[in-house]
């Protein structure tokens, strides 16, 4: 059993950043591959981020790749969202989950993979 808490988000211009950041507690946190996913208001979620296990590979949804950064510290059981160059479509509350299924890029950006979720934190971002 892993429980997850996000916390982190908020309300910020466009351009600007924001830094999510995901505690989990529990056994094993180095057992589970980590993601960030979002959801918009009337929209289904979507995959924002991947980490394995180790936090040595990554994997971005085209959207946010070249602004949002997910790194991991496996000794603080912690994952985490660096979100730069901000923009208004970035809005929406963001979850983080973990996975214990093999970490592969055609697997990760599903929902349906993930064990364990967060409550999400939202992040608003203004015009």
């Known amino acids: 059993q892993v429980q997850l808490v996000e916390s982190g988000g908020g309300l910020v211009q466009a351009g600007g950043s924001l830094r999510l950041s995901c505690v989990a507690a529990g056994r094993s946190f180095s057992r589970y591959a980590m993601g960030w996913f979002r959801q918009a208001p009337g929209k289904e979620r979507e995959f924002v981020a991947a980490?394995?296990?180790?936090?040595?590979?990554?994997y971005y949804a085209d959207s946010v790749k070249a602004r949002f950064t997910i790194a991991r510290d496996n000794a603080k059981n912690t994952v985490s969202l660096q979100m730069n160059s901000l923009k208004p479509e970035d809005t929406a509350v963001y979850y983080c989950?973990?996975?214990?299924?093999?970490?592969?890029?055609?697997?990760?950006?599903?929902?349906?993979?993930?064990?364990?979720w967060g409550q999400g934190t939202q992040v608003t971002v203004s015009s």
């Open positions: 980490s394995d296990r180790s936090g040595s590979s990554t």
């Open positions: 989950a973990a996975t214990a299924a093999l970490y592969r890029i055609d697997v990760v950006p599903s929902p349906a993979v993930y064990d364990y």
